[in-house]
């Protein structure tokens, strides 16, 4: 089992859609969570951090079950500007950080 | 969060020779690190650069290939060294802020290098 699993995608969801991404991770100890967004030859830029409550962020809420290992990002009313690779991100000790590969998002008008 | 620049940007080299790619942080940061990003895959952490001291490197990765160099906690160096094809990739310099007790990672823009 990979460490950090994803849906690669890619979405193709229209402007104003709702739009939810899934991760699992395979390490129990894991201690944080994020989610990164990477436009195309960018850097990973931090979208948020994911919080055991659940955070919001504007549009974006982030959810987070340790039981079952799962991490989601819902993303509402989609916009152009959206469109990125979004990448789950579990840090299971003080640096280490361990990233999935990624699910694309596209989003047309 | 930190302000961090690399040079190069981006290189174009031939098999054989060695890169040295430098990160600057406008702060001082404890926590630097380099990571690798090949061509439609996610980012791989090569090693840890620890200032004063010799890099931590992750399995897969050795200082031989790679040294590593810290003088201070503003900088630090990443040499990619008798590159090869395979060494063609984006290599990104991260430094980690401690935010609300979760230490969050930011990036700098990454050096794409292309190995001929």
């Known amino acids: 089992r990979k460490e950090v699993e994803q849906d690669p995608g890619p979405f193709n969801v229209p402007e104003g859609a709702t739009v939810a991404f899934n991760c699992t991770y395979s390490?129990?100890?894991?201690?944080?969570f994020f989610w990164y967004r990477q436009d195309c030859r960018k850097e990973p830029k931090l979208l948020m951090s994911?919080?055991?409550s659940g955070n919001e962020d504007g549009r974006f809420t982030a959810q987070l079950n340790r039981a079952s290992q799962y991490i989601s990002l819902l993303i509402r009313d989609s916009k152009l500007s959206d469109s990125a690779t979004y990448l789950c991100?579990?840090?299971?000790?003080?640096?280490?950080?361990?990233f999935g590969k990624g699910t694309m998002l596209l989003v047309s008008p | 969060s930190a302000v961090i620049s690399q040079k190069p940007s981006r290189d174009i080299c031939q098999r054989g020779t060695s890169l040295t790619i430098q990160c600057q942080v406008d702060?001082?940061?404890?926590?630097m690190f380099w990571y690798r990003q090949q061509p439609g895959q996610s980012l791989t952490l090569i090693a840890t650069a620890n200032q004063g001291s010799e890099a931590t490197y992750e399995s897969g990765f050795v200082i031989d290939k790679f040294p590593i160099s810290r003088p201070n906690l503003t900088f630090s160096t990443l040499t990619v060294s008798n590159m090869s094809p395979e060494d063609s990739s984006i290599y990104l310099c991260s430094v980690t802020s401690r935010d609300r007790g979760i230490h969050e990672q930011y990036f700098g823009p990454g050096t794409r290098l292309t190995v001929t």
């Open positions: 991100v579990v840090n299971s000790g003080y640096s280490t950080l361990t």
């Open positions: 390490n129990s100890a894991s201690q944080s």
């Open positions: 702060s001082q940061v404890t926590m």
């Open positions: 994911v919080y055991s």
